[in-house]
């Protein structure tokens, strides 16, 4: 049962891509839950009651045809940020640069405490990255 109050659902070109950078770079909690009948595969990245799914497009454009052609748009989310809290930024930073991920703004130490670098996960989703500064 799904006790979420909030949910967004992304479109990604290949969750395995997706799963790598949100579960392995950022060290994320990102699952694979069973998938039912009829529905596409998804992950699922859940905190604090905000749940965010992310779907691949081909399936979302099959079952939805009049989003086809916007799902092939790059980058996506254009306007839309994910900010999220990490552990172990410095590590990340230095993964996304041996990755050749794109960094909009490196790792940067904020005046209200915290950590920061902005990026763009593999599908030009913008992410924001942010740890509490000791």
Do not use: N
């Not at 595969?41 to 009651?49: I, K, N, T, W, Y």
């Not at 940067?108 to 989703?125: H, S």
């Amino acid at each position: 049962m799904d006790t979420s109050p909030f949910s967004i659902q992304l479109a990604v070109s290949d969750l395995a891509t997706t799963e790598a950078f949100y579960a392995g770079i950022l060290d994320l909690p990102i699952e694979r839950p069973p998938t039912p009948y009829g529905a596409p595969e998804h992950l699922v990245l859940e905190s604090d009651g905000i749940r965010v799914l992310f779907v691949e497009d081909v399936p979302v454009g099959r079952a939805h045809p009049i989003l086809a052609a916007r799902l092939a748009h790059f980058p996506r989310g254009v306007g839309m940020t994910l900010h999220l809290r990490v552990d172990d930024i410095e590590g990340i930073y230095q993964e996304l640069q041996e990755q050749d991920l794109e960094v909009l703004y490196p790792l940067e130490r904020k005046p209200y405490g915290a950590w920061e670098l902005w990026c763009f996960d593999p599908d030009g989703y913008l992410v924001v990255l942010e740890e509490p500064a000791d």
